[in-house]
Structures are given as C-alpha cells and as structure tokens.
C-alpha cells in the first residue's frame, strides 16, 4: 500500500470517527449525574466529616434510596448520636431525633436549613435530584480546562420552578460525563458555594465519585466532606421500607 492511500484511509477514518462522536446534550448528561448514586436503588456506608471555624464532626451513616423519590439516612456513629435519621418521601422529609424520641416532618421554611449540621440544606435532598425539571440547561463551553477536557452546563430557573439559585454551572468530565463541579448563584449572580467531586472508582460496577465537598464562600475555611466507603446498586427493600416507622427503628 502506497504512502498516499494509507493517508487518504487515514483522513476517511477520522471522518468516520467524527461522524459517529455524538455530540452531548445538556439534557443527557444531567440525566447521567442524577442517576450515579441512585441506580432504580442502592445501599451503602458514608462517612461526613463537617468542618466549622469553632467546630468539627464526623458522622458515619447507612444511606439507602430507591429511584428518586425514596430515601433514608441513619446515624450509627457516633454512638451519642447513633439513631438520628432522616425520611424523604418525594417532597416530604422527616426528622427523627432519638434523644427526645420525635420525629419532625419539615414545613417549606425549614428546607433551607442546615442538614445535620453540615453545610448542605435540606433542600438538597428534595431538589438535588431534579435539576434538570427545574432549570434550563445549555451547554456554554466544552473544551480542555485546567488539564482536563470538560463539559460545562448553566442552568436557569425555568419560569415559577420553586428555587432559591439565580444560576448553577455544572462541569463535567467530557469523557464520561462524571460530575467534576457545580457552583451555586445566587438572584444577584454572587458566587454562594462550591461544591466539588473526586476519587472516582468504580463500585459494584458503576463508576462514581466517592468523595464530594461543600464549601461555603461566604465563610472561608468551613467545608462539609461526604466519603462513600461502600455502596451496592439495584437492591431489593422490603415492602414500606421507606416509612416512618423504618425512620424510628
């Protein structure tokens, strides 16, 4: 084969490559990062560690979620706190605190406020999981950044959607969708938080980040880390599994 029909095979099959790349939609990779820890359920272990400027804490946790309307949080370290739990029921999230035996259904001016004294709220559990009805999302930039090529997503609030950010920009990893970034706006587009993944392994055959950052800018220094230690997809739960009496047992 002479020198210029292997360079002609070779331009037709860069072609043929470049037809056959599927450019993302912003839709696609939404959906992709709504699903990564979730699977149709999942169960597993995680370890929060919450850094204040007066204090620290580390709580470990059995999670457990089925699709995205079902999950449940319960505190089995430390011992203090062993058995502190939180229900969500689509919209609705319960709190059960066994020191006074009660458990909490959350009213709406509850929802922003602070999820087991981390810097998430408890509007992250209800909302984080539906960005993609909520917001409007395009794709503003795809490109290589700082080392890495990455996929940038903005998202705006979809006209009467009930939410508290201006804007989000989500980053994610060009190859494989894996989210990298989100940064939160506020209404007046001021940078609020930083939230950010890494250590990406694959678990029980899915590939996820297993470590996730909450920074708050407006207290420099203070951070929530979430580590996923152990996590098992598409498991089976009993019938009313995901009810309060669950929550309190």
């Avoid at 169960?43 to 470990?60: A, E, H, P, Y």
């Amino acid at each position: 084969m002479n020198s210029r029909r292997m360079c002609l095979f070779a331009v037709m099959a860069a072609v043929f490559a470049m037809l056959g790349a599927k450019t993302p939609e912003a839709h696609e990779v939404l959906a992709k990062q709504d699903d990564l820890w979730r699977g149709t359920s999942s169960k597993g272990k995680m370890v929060m560690n919450v850094k204040t400027s007066n204090w620290k804490r580390s709580l470990t946790m059995d999670v457990y979620s089925q699709g995205k309307d079902y999950s449940l949080v319960k505190v089995i370290l430390p011992m203090k706190e062993q058995g502190t739990a939180t229900l969500k029921v689509f919209d609705e999230i319960y709190n059960y605190l066994p020191k006074t035996d009660r458990t909490i259904k959350l009213t709406s001016a509850m929802m922003m406020g602070s999820w087991m004294g981390s810097h998430f709220n408890n509007d992250d559990l209800v909302k984080g999981s539906r960005l993609s009805e909520d917001y409007n999302a395009r794709i503003t930039f795809q490109g290589r950044r700082d080392s890495e090529d990455v996929i940038e997503i903005t998202l705006t609030p979809k006209p009467d959607a009930p939410v508290v950010w201006g804007k989000i920009v989500v980053v994610a990893r060009a190859s494989d969708w894996m989210p990298v970034k989100n940064t939160y706006y506020d209404e007046d587009g001021k940078i609020v938080r930083i939230m950010t993944c890494s250590d990406y392994k694959t678990v029980s055959g899915r590939l996820v980040p297993t470590r996730i950052v909450m920074s708050p800018l407006d207290k420099p220094g203070e951070y929530t880390e979430v580590i996923y230690s152990d996590l098992t997809f598409d498991v089976s739960f009993k019938k009313g599994f995901f009810s309060i009496a669950e929550l309190r047992r």
